[in-house]
C-alpha cells in the first residue's frame, strides 16, 4: 500500500542486504565510460561527485538500471544505439492534515488518469500529473502549474480547504521511464523493458517497484551462463531489520523508557528489529535520544546510524532519503543539528 510505503528506506533496506551478502556500494557514482575489451562490456570509469577521486570497476557483467539514465549507458556501449524509452513527468504534494485520514482516496479524472490521495506519516499524500517531459531529468521540479493542477483536481473528490497551497510541506518530481511509442503517456504500458546488447550490457527499464524482485530474477536469470549460475534460488529472503513493528516497539519502550511511544513506533516502522543497535549507543550516550525536531519522532541515533550504516554523507542525504522531516517540511528545523551529528 502506498501509504505504508517508504521507497527510500525500502531501496536502502536492499542496498543493505547486498552489502551483508558481500556487495560494495558506492554512492554519489556516476559512470563517466563503460570499459570494453573486444567489443564486450567488462566495466565502468567513473567519478567521485564529492571527493573528485576516480573509481575503476571490472565486472564479469554490467547491468545497466540506471532509470532515465538508461540510453545515456546504453550509448556509451554503442554510439549508434536508437533511443527505447521516453519520459512522462509526474509531481505529487505533500500536505499538512488537521484531522487523520484512514482511507485511500482514487478519483477518475478524464481522458483517462486518476488522482491519488493517501494518508502517509501523518500527512496526506496527493497526485499525481502526467505529462511528457523532455529534457534532462536532474533539472525536473514542481512548477506552480504543477501545484494548481493537483489542487483544481482534488475538488472533483475532496472537500474544499484540505489541499490548499498554504497546507503543503512540501512537493516533489519524478519521471517515469515508458518504451517508445505513439500513445499518450497516461495510458502508455507501465512494463519492465529489459534488452541485451552484442556489447553484454543488460539495459533494465520502467517496471514498477513492487515487483522489483521479479525484476531482479528476470535479469540474473539472462546471465546465468555468463556467471556461471547452475541454481537460481528463488526462494523470497527478508530484508535486514525484517519483523513485526508492533512486537519491536513494545520492546523498545521496555529498553528506553526514555523515548516517546511515537518515535518507538517510528523506528520499529522504519529500521524493524535493527532499530535495538540503531539505539545501543544511546546507553553510553542519552543525548541521541533526543528529537531532532520538536515534536518530531526522529531522534540524533538515526543521524549516526546513517552515517555508519546507511552510506549517509550529507544532510540532505538523512532529512530527505533516511527520514521523513524533509518532506514533512521539518527539514529547515533539523539541519543545523543533523550537519553537526554528521562532522
Given at each position: 500500500m502506498d501509504d505504508e510505503t517508504?521507497?527510500?528506506r525500502m531501496t536502502i533496506a536492499v542496498a543493505r542486504a547486498a552489502a551483508h551478502a558481500g556487495a560494495r556500494i558506492a554512492t554519489r557514482a556516476e559512470v563517466r565510460a563503460l570499459r570494453l575489451r573486444g567489443g564486450r562490456v567488462v566495466g565502468a570509469e567513473c567519478a567521485d561527485l564529492l571527493g573528485g577521486t576516480g573509481l575503476e570497476i571490472t565486472a564479469t557483467c554490467v547491468v545497466n538500471a540506471t532509470g532515465p539514465w538508461v540510453d545515456d549507458l546504453r550509448r556509451m556501449a554503442d554510439p549508434a544505439a536508437p533511443r527505447s524509452?521516453?519520459?512522462a513527468k509526474g509531481a505529487h504534494l505533500i500536505v499538512r492534515l488537521d484531522e487523520p485520514w484512514e482511507a485511500a482516496l482514487t478519483t477518475p479524472l478524464e481522458g483517462g488518469r486518476v488522482q491519488f490521495a493517501n494518508p502517509w506519516e501523518g500527512a496526506l499524500l496527493v497526485g499525481t500529473t502526467d505529462e511528457p517531459f523532455e529534457g534532462d531529468p536532474r533539472d525536473l521540479e514542481v512548477t506552480a502549474t504543477d501545484i494548481e493542477q493537483i489542487v483544481r483536481e482534488s475538488r472533483v473528490s475532496i472537500e474544499p480547504g484540505v489541499v490548499e497551497p498554504h497546507r503543503i510541506l512540501s512537493s516533489f518530481a519524478g519521471v517515469r521511464v515508458l518504451p517508445q511509442g505513439d500513445t499518450e503517456t497516461a495510458s502508455a504500458r507501465r512494463e519492465t523493458v529489459i534488452e541485451r546488447s552484442e556489447?553484454?550490457?543488460l539495459s533494465i527499464a520502467g517496471g514498477k517497484f513492487t515487483t522489483f524482485r521479479r525484476i531482479a530474477l528476470d535479469a540474473l536469470e539472462r546471465l546465468r551462463d555468463d556467471l556461471d549460475l547452475h541454481l537460481l534460488d528463488r526462494a523470497p529472503l527478508p530484508l535486514p531489520g525484517a519483523a513485526?513493528?508492533?512486537v519491536v516497539a513494545e520492546?523498545?519502550?521496555g529498553d528506553h523508557p526514555a523515548i516517546s511511544s511515537a518515535t518507538a513506533a517510528h523506528l520499529a516502522r522504519f529500521h524493524g528489529s535493527e532499530a535495538f543497535?540503531?539505539?545501543a549507543p544511546a546507553r553510553e550516550d542519552p543525548g541521541l535520544l533526543e528529537p531532532l525536531a520538536?515534536?518530531?519522532p526522529e531522534i540524533?541515533?538515526?543521524v549516526r546510524w546513517a552515517r555508519e550504516q546507511e552510506w549517509a554523507l550529507t544532510a540532505d542525504d538523512v532529512l530527505a532519503r533516511r527520514t521523513t522531516l524533509a518532506a514533512l517540511g521539518r527539514g529547515d528545523e533539523a539541519r543545523t543539528r543533523v550537519e553537526g551529528l554528521l562532522r
Amino acid at each position: 500500500m502506498d501509504d505504508e510505503t517508504n521507497d527510500a528506506r525500502m531501496t536502502i533496506a536492499v542496498a543493505r542486504a547486498a552489502a551483508h551478502a558481500g556487495a560494495r556500494i558506492a554512492t554519489r557514482a556516476e559512470v563517466r565510460a563503460l570499459r570494453l575489451r573486444g567489443g564486450r562490456v567488462v566495466g565502468a570509469e567513473c567519478a567521485d561527485l564529492l571527493g573528485g577521486t576516480g573509481l575503476e570497476i571490472t565486472a564479469t557483467c554490467v547491468v545497466n538500471a540506471t532509470g532515465p539514465w538508461v540510453d545515456d549507458l546504453r550509448r556509451m556501449a554503442d554510439p549508434a544505439a536508437p533511443r527505447s524509452l521516453r519520459f512522462a513527468k509526474g509531481a505529487h504534494l505533500i500536505v499538512r492534515l488537521d484531522e487523520p485520514w484512514e482511507a485511500a482516496l482514487t478519483t477518475p479524472l478524464e481522458g483517462g488518469r486518476v488522482q491519488f490521495a493517501n494518508p502517509w506519516e501523518g500527512a496526506l499524500l496527493v497526485g499525481t500529473t502526467d505529462e511528457p517531459f523532455e529534457g534532462d531529468p536532474r533539472d525536473l521540479e514542481v512548477t506552480a502549474t504543477d501545484i494548481e493542477q493537483i489542487v483544481r483536481e482534488s475538488r472533483v473528490s475532496i472537500e474544499p480547504g484540505v489541499v490548499e497551497p498554504h497546507r503543503i510541506l512540501s512537493s516533489f518530481a519524478g519521471v517515469r521511464v515508458l518504451p517508445q511509442g505513439d500513445t499518450e503517456t497516461a495510458s502508455a504500458r507501465r512494463e519492465t523493458v529489459i534488452e541485451r546488447s552484442e556489447s553484454g550490457l543488460l539495459s533494465i527499464a520502467g517496471g514498477k517497484f513492487t515487483t522489483f524482485r521479479r525484476i531482479a530474477l528476470d535479469a540474473l536469470e539472462r546471465l546465468r551462463d555468463d556467471l556461471d549460475l547452475h541454481l537460481l534460488d528463488r526462494a523470497p529472503l527478508p530484508l535486514p531489520g525484517a519483523a513485526d513493528p508492533g512486537v519491536v516497539a513494545e520492546r523498545l519502550l521496555g529498553d528506553h523508557p526514555a523515548i516517546s511511544s511515537a518515535t518507538a513506533a517510528h523506528l520499529a516502522r522504519f529500521h524493524g528489529s535493527e532499530a535495538f543497535d540503531l539505539l545501543a549507543p544511546a546507553r553510553e550516550d542519552p543525548g541521541l535520544l533526543e528529537p531532532l525536531a520538536a515534536g518530531a519522532p526522529e531522534i540524533a541515533a538515526q543521524v549516526r546510524w546513517a552515517r555508519e550504516q546507511e552510506w549517509a554523507l550529507t544532510a540532505d542525504d538523512v532529512l530527505a532519503r533516511r527520514t521523513t522531516l524533509a518532506a514533512l517540511g521539518r527539514g529547515d528545523e533539523a539541519r543545523t543539528r543533523v550537519e553537526g551529528l554528521l562532522r
